[in-house]
């Protein structure tokens, strides 16, 4: 709670300022899609982004103050989300200086996430071990081997992407995220605790409990700055904010051998990234759409949905689907 609280307060106090020099000096602001919705194009223009930075300045001060500084594995969470904040900079830095949304070649920003999660899943990997748990059975994994470092790569990689996918609406991530880490810090806790793994059946983690100072502070720090972009936005997380949103989320699930329960819990981020690979697969194949705009969210906005309705929707879902992730300690 210590954590949570003052990564809200952080996030909070530095809002107003931070959001006017980004404006000062983004002027036009974040670039937006001619192909996306029409309604965007004059509700949202001119809005500032790389609004994440605030998100990453109140995690890590937050993190740092309440964290036990010998814990390898909050320092492993942290290299992964400055690290995917740092090319979500980069992408954005250059999305606003070109007036272009193109921003960093999508292989280049690949390359370089799957580099940051491979290091960290290696070192991951060396305390926890390569075996992959299941959901539903009781302490029962299956040993990878050297694959478990790809996959625990992939995972960390796919679901920073995921999140930057589902971050197209005003407030669309930030709650999601905050759900899900709610959720994740109550896994960390009980995984690292070896009373409760014991009781529950799931595998003890040592050292892993820390983790539960890590995801409430990014609570806090997805909480504050939702205060600024509830909608209408003022600034925008951009990909700064969501890539290193995913990325955190995909380490804690690592480290707790939680890989698949983060499908679970953060099923509204695989969602839309599924509608994305449907789209496109079915466009490139039969010359058709699925859907009438794809992400998912901008399906339903296309169908007639205000972009609140569609959020406040996408919420609850997220709730329904932490909850589902959740039942999964006990149905074992």
């Not at 070192?123 to 694959?147: C, E, M, N, R």
């Not at 099923?267 to 599924?274: D, I, R, Y």
Request: positive net charge; proline residues 3%; hydrophobic residues 55%.
């Amino acid at each position: 709670m210590g954590a949570l609280v003052t990564a809200l307060i952080i996030a909070l106090l530095i809002g107003p300022r931070f959001i006017g020099f980004l404006r000062s000096r983004q002027g036009k602001g974040q670039p937006i899609r001619e192909d996306g919705p029409a309604s965007h194009l004059l509700t949202k223009k001119g809005t500032p982004t790389m609004g994440g930075l605030m998100i990453l300045i109140a995690l890590t001060i937050s993190t740092l103050i309440w964290m036990d500084m010998g814990n390898g594995f909050v320092w492993a969470s942290l290299f992964v989300t400055l690290g995917f904040g740092a090319i979500g900079f980069m992408d954005d830095y250059d999305k606003v200086t070109k007036s272009s949304h193109k921003g960093v070649s999508g292989r280049t920003r690949l390359l370089i996430e799957f580099l940051i999660a491979g290091l960290a899943c290696t070192w991951i990997a060396s305390q926890t071990g390569t075996l992959l748990y299941f959901p539903f059975l009781k302490d029962v994994g299956v040993d990878l081997g050297y694959v478990y470092i790809l996959f625990a790569a992939f995972i960390i990689t796919g679901f920073g992407n995921a999140v930057n996918l589902t971050d197209g609406l005003d407030g669309l991530a930030s709650m999601p995220v905050a759900i899900a880490a709610a959720s994740f810090a109550v896994i960390a806790y009980l995984v690292g605790n070896i009373r409760f793994a014991d009781y529950l059946g799931v595998h003890h983690v040592p050292g892993s409990g820390e983790l539960a100072v890590f995801a409430s502070a990014l609570i806090g720090a997805c909480l504050g700055f939702l205060w600024y972009n509830a909608p209408p936005a003022a600034v925008f997380m951009g990909d700064t904010g969501s890539l290193a949103l995913g990325g955190a989320l995909g380490s804690i699930a690592v480290i707790t051998n939680h890989e698949i329960v983060l499908l679970v819990v953060g099923g509204l981020f695989v969602l839309e990234t599924v509608s994305v690979i449907v789209q496109v697969a079915s466009f490139k194949t039969t010359g058709k759409r699925v859907f009438r705009m794809a992400p998912l969210h901008h399906h339903f906005e296309q169908k007639g949905w205000a972009e609140s309705t569609v959020v406040i929707r996408f919420w609850i879902v997220s709730i329904v689907l932490a909850l589902a992730g959740l039942a999964t300690l006990k149905l074992r």
